[in-house]
């Protein structure tokens, strides 16, 4: 005999399936609720620092070369040929020393012809001296001779033996006589280069002589002289080379004193000041010094900035020595700050990882930066005495806020 089952009501089939889908959303709104997990780094691998309060210095840094005070180029006044170079680079030189000899027939027949102009200007100016003083000797005869007539005439005039006429014909005839020897005398002046005057045959002169010493102050230049004690930098020839007037021929430098030629970058060289104290490393040591010369030019995103060098050198400091110089701009007696951390720049926002209170996880916040220095950066916003920040390049994780130390 069969027994007949009853059927399972419905509903409880639903109440399971609603429990169910409920469970499975519980789970998956806490699931969600959970925090991803934190990429983990190395804490000994990270450069660490404290945000601090206290004096602060504000410095730029920069590169270049230790470059001599007091140079001296030699440059080729006329076209020439090298003859012979005596003299090599890192050479001591006196003013008289002979770096190298030159060769320039041209130049040579030049300073021939200008003698030879010099000597007859000379001799026509002499002729016409002569010349000149004979007519004015002429003129002062004549003109006593005048003075005598008109005498005798107003004499004779006197006792009645000369007409009136004849005593006008005398003093007109002394007057133009008196003014002819004047205009002479006014002659010999520009002659004898009088009262600043100067003559066309005292100029033509005047003019051969300066030509004939140019022409042998060139000659003089094909032997190549130092000019200056010192030591001999550069020495740009080869024995038969052709040269043009203004080709370099030596460079002379006395070794001291030194500068430094600095090269800071334009976004950091608009506070700097002539004055401002700067300390140079030659690698060897530092120096002391003073920003001398500012270029107002920017060249390749950088501005050259001249340091003076202070007190005792260190040993091996020569020209041409790479050397790094810190330029000190201000100094603020209290200010918040830290160690600079990478990419950090002046009055910019940065975000940087801030350490836990145990240390064991860092988050990211936003710090608004004041003023930057060398190593250091002026803190204004987003940080607290105390605090701790990664100073060291977090790029790998800029797609988290939070990072776990180990």
Same mark, same amino acid.
């Given at each position: 005999?069969?027994?007949?089952?009853?059927?399972?009501? +419905?509903?409880?089939?639903?109440?399971?399936?609603?429990?169910?889908?409920?469970?499975?959303?519980?789970?998956?709104?806490?699931?969600?609720?959970? *925090?991803?997990?934190?990429?983990?780094?190395?804490?000994?691998?990270?450069?660490? $620092?404290?945000?601090?309060?206290?004096?602060?210095? #504000?410095?730029?840094?920069?590169?270049?070369?230790?470059?001599? @005070?007091?140079?001296?180029?030699?440059?080729?006044?006329?076209?020439? *040929?090298?003859?012979?170079?005596?003299?090599?680079?890192?050479?001591?030189?006196?003013?008289?020393?002979?770096?190298?000899?030159?060769?320039?027939?041209?130049?040579?027949?030049?300073?021939? $012809?200008?003698?030879?102009?010099?000597?007859?200007?000379?001799?026509?100016?002499?002729?016409?001296?002569?010349?000149?003083?004979?007519?004015?000797?002429?003129?002062?005869?004549?003109?006593?001779?005048?003075?005598?007539?008109?005498?005798?005439?107003?004499?004779? +005039?006197?006792?009645?033996?000369?007409?009136?006429?004849?005593?006008?014909?005398?003093?007109?005839?002394?007057?133009?006589?008196?003014?002819?020897?004047?205009?002479?005398?006014?002659?010999?002046?520009?002659?004898?280069? +009088?009262?600043?005057?100067?003559?066309?045959?005292?100029?033509?002169?005047?003019?051969?002589?300066?030509?004939?010493?140019?022409?042998?102050?060139?000659?003089?230049?094909?032997?190549?002289?130092?000019?200056?004690?010192?030591?001999?930098?550069?020495?740009?020839?080869?024995?038969?080379?052709?040269?043009?007037?203004?080709?370099?021929?030596?460079?002379?430098?006395?070794?001291?004193?030194? *500068?430094?030629?600095?090269? @800071?970058?334009?976004?950091?060289?608009? $506070?700097?000041?002539?004055?401002?104290?700067?300390?140079?490393?030659?690698?060897?040591?530092?120096?002391?010094?003073?920003?001398?010369?500012?270029?107002?030019?920017?060249?390749?995103?950088?501005?050259?900035?001249?340091?003076?060098?202070?007190?005792?050198?260190?040993?091996?400091?020569?020209?041409?020595?790479?050397?790094?110089?810190? @330029?000190?701009?201000?100094?603020?007696?209290?200010?918040?700050?830290?160690?600079?951390?990478?990419?950090?720049?002046?009055?910019?926002?940065?975000?940087? #990882?801030?350490?836990?209170?145990?240390?064991?996880?860092?988050?990211?916040?936003?710090? *608004?930066?004041? +003023?930057?220095?060398?190593?250091?950066?002026?803190?204004?916003?987003?940080?607290?005495?105390? $605090?701790?920040?990664?100073?060291?390049?977090?790029?790998?994780?800029?797609?988290?806020?939070?990072?776990?130390?180990?």
């Amino acid at each position: 005999m069969d027994i007949a089952i009853a059927p399972r009501p +419905r509903r409880a089939r639903w109440i399971v399936a609603a429990s169910l889908g409920l469970g499975v959303l519980a789970l998956t709104l806490a699931l969600a609720r959970l *925090k991803p997990a934190a990429p983990q780094a190395e804490r000994s691998s990270l450069l660490i $620092d404290v945000v601090k309060r206290g004096a602060m210095v #504000f410095q730029v840094r920069g590169t270049g070369t230790l470059v001599p @005070v007091e140079v001296r180029m030699i440059t080729a006044q006329v076209p020439c *040929k090298v003859e012979r170079i005596l003299l090599y680079p890192g050479t001591p030189v006196t003013e008289g020393s002979i770096i190298a000899e030159l060769s320039s027939p041209e130049l040579q027949q030049a300073a021939e $012809d200008a003698l030879w102009q010099m000597r007859r200007a000379e001799a026509d100016y002499e002729v016409d001296h002569l010349n000149q003083q004979a007519t004015l000797n002429a003129a002062r005869a004549n003109t006593q001779e005048a003075q005598a007539v008109l005498l005798a005439a107003e004499r004779l +005039r006197k006792e009645g033996l000369q007409s009136d006429l004849d005593v006008l014909r005398a003093r007109v005839k002394n007057e133009e006589v008196n003014g002819r020897m004047a205009a002479e005398e006014a002659r010999m002046k520009l002659f004898e280069n +009088r009262a600043g005057q100067v003559g066309p045959a005292r100029a033509r002169l005047e003019q051969a002589k300066a030509l004939y010493a140019l022409k042998r102050e060139q000659v003089a230049s094909l032997k190549v002289r130092a000019g200056m004690a010192g030591i001999l930098q550069q020495v740009p020839l080869q024995v038969g080379q052709q040269l043009a007037p203004g080709a370099n021929l030596a460079k002379v430098a006395k070794p001291m004193p030194l *500068k430094a030629e600095l090269k @800071v970058s334009e976004t950091q060289a608009k $506070d700097i000041l002539i004055g401002q104290p700067v300390e140079i490393d030659t690698r060897n040591g530092l120096v002391k010094g003073r920003v001398i010369r500012i270029d107002p030019a920017v060249l390749n995103g950088t501005v050259a900035v001249d340091a003076s060098m202070e007190g005792e050198m260190p040993k091996g400091v020569r020209p041409d020595l790479s050397v790094e110089g810190i @330029v000190e701009l201000d100094r603020a007696a209290s200010a918040l700050f830290t160690g600079r951390p990478v990419q950090a720049q002046s009055f910019g926002s940065l975000s940087v #990882f801030k350490l836990s209170p145990d240390g064991t996880e860092a988050t990211r916040v936003k710090v *608004k930066l004041g +003023r930057a220095s060398v190593s250091t950066v002026e803190i204004l916003e987003g940080l607290k005495e105390g $605090d701790q920040i990664i100073l060291s390049d977090t790029s790998q994780y800029d797609a988290v806020d939070r990072i776990r130390l180990k």
